[in-house]
């Protein structure tokens, strides 16, 4: 979407505003991910599945975000990006209530793949829309917006296990909070910036291969979230069955792992605007790989937990950076995010099953050997995201360093 002619368009106080607008429409976005996540027992049970059948419906949100995030970027060139948000947006929500109503695999699997795909869309818009407001700031908000998402996320899991310990039937339940979120993200939306294509700009391609710069920050991307869902998925079993401590000590592991990943990205803009999206990149680059070590090699299940803390703390701010660099590489921000967008979904698919099947053939000490090999391939492959930096882009240079940012080898 071309925005320079609209650059003018809007004063400061309205970019304030919206930058409270999209994060609360991140809040939202966040809570929808939560309230699933805590009734999944609930809905395996009312479809009847096994386990094995669970994990096979559980790959089809991940499959319809893959299959409709490439439609964002078209769906916002022919309604604007606050109409397609608003649009995008209330259908991810209302999408809520789809897998409790399944009676069985084929209708879960189906209720997953639409739950997925309105996330996956929903998703690039509101992430498009977040680049434009910071680049209208001229500082870095992208982390402060993720953090905002693990916020809801962690709102909506509270609601979730509140519900479950009432007995409350998913159904009603989600029902409930669709409803409320629904209103929540349209009263959100109203506040986005209402950008719109030139009349005469080619509208994106529906489908299309990423560009091969967003290619390239997706892989700096997919080490970070593979990471972070091995941690967040496997943490818990990896104090419970290698550092043989008690069930509520594991869960609790999991807890702080998510509270220590909402903190650093709220706490990561301010951070970034400091030292540069690089340097905090490669910096997390190194804690996240002390961390891993810790994991692998501690004789203690403290050092341990302090390792998932370091990951967590490593990792927490790559992918909103990823999705800033993604939207200035190229002419196409929504294209590109989009590509990165499906990258790091299918890593966090295939992390958990990834770890559990390298754990079965050798033991989960070596599956965090791949976890901390991949954290040091941030340290690596920072200088991919210099595309995200505000220092680099806001400086005198500013247009020369966009230049070089777009090529792959930036």
Request: aromatic share 6%; with cysteine; proline share 5%.
């Amino acid at each position: 979407m071309t925005t320079d002619s609209t650059e003018t368009v809007f004063g400061a106080e309205q970019v304030r505003r919206a930058r409270f607008a999209i994060a609360t429409v991140f809040t939202v976005h966040g809570a929808v991910t939560g309230s699933f996540a805590t009734r999944v027992p609930w809905i395996q049970d009312h479809a009847g599945v096994s386990a094995g059948q669970l994990g096979l419906a559980l790959a089809f949100p991940a499959i319809g975000a893959s299959l409709a995030m490439p439609l964002a970027g078209a769906i916002s060139h022919r309604f604007g990006a606050r109409t397609a948000l608003r649009g995008l947006l209330a259908l991810w929500t209302l999408a809520l209530v789809l897998p409790a109503l399944a009676p069985g695999l084929p209708t879960l699997c189906a209720a997953l793949l639409v739950y997925g795909a309105t996330a996956g869309m929903s998703d690039v818009a509101m992430n498009a829309l977040g680049v434009e407001v910071e680049n209208r700031l001229n500082k870095s908000i992208m982390s402060g917006l993720h953090g905002m998402w693990s916020v809801g996320a962690l709102i909506g899991s509270a609601a979730g296990t509140l519900a479950a310990h009432l007995g409350t039937d998913a159904r009603l339940h989600h029902a409930l909070a669709a409803l409320v979120l629904t209103v929540l993200g349209l009263l959100a939306c109203q506040g986005v910036l209402d950008l719109r294509s030139e009349p005469d700009e080619e509208p994106p391609p529906r489908f299309t291969l990423p560009p091969k710069s967003a290619l390239i920050i997706g892989a700096v991307g997919f080490c970070a979230v593979f990471a972070e869902g091995a941690s967040l998925d496997w943490s818990a079993v990896y104090l419970r069955d290698v550092m043989d401590t008690s069930a509520g000590l594991a869960a609790a592991s999991t807890t702080a792992f998510a509270l220590t990943m909402a903190v650093a990205r709220i706490a990561g803009d301010k951070v970034v605007d400091r030292f540069g999206a690089v340097r905090t990149v490669r910096v997390g680059g190194v804690l996240a790989t002390v961390g891993g070590v810790l994991v692998v090699a501690s004789p203690s299940a403290v050092l341990a937990m302090c390792g998932f803390g370091l990951i967590g703390l490593g990792v927490a701010v790559v992918v909103p950076l990823a999705f800033a660099a993604a939207g200035r590489s190229g002419p196409n921000p929504s294209q590109a995010i989009a590509g990165v967008a499906t990258i790091t979904y299918t890593s966090g698919l295939i992390a958990p099953s990834a770890i559990g099947s390298l754990a079965e053939a050798t033991s989960l000490v070596v599956s965090f050997g791949l976890v901390t090999v991949l954290a040091f391939g941030l340290v690596l492959g920072a200088g991919v995201l210099r595309a995200g930096d505000r220092r680099a882009t806001s400086s005198p240079d500013a247009g020369a360093t966009k230049a070089a940012s777009a090529e792959p080898g930036a």
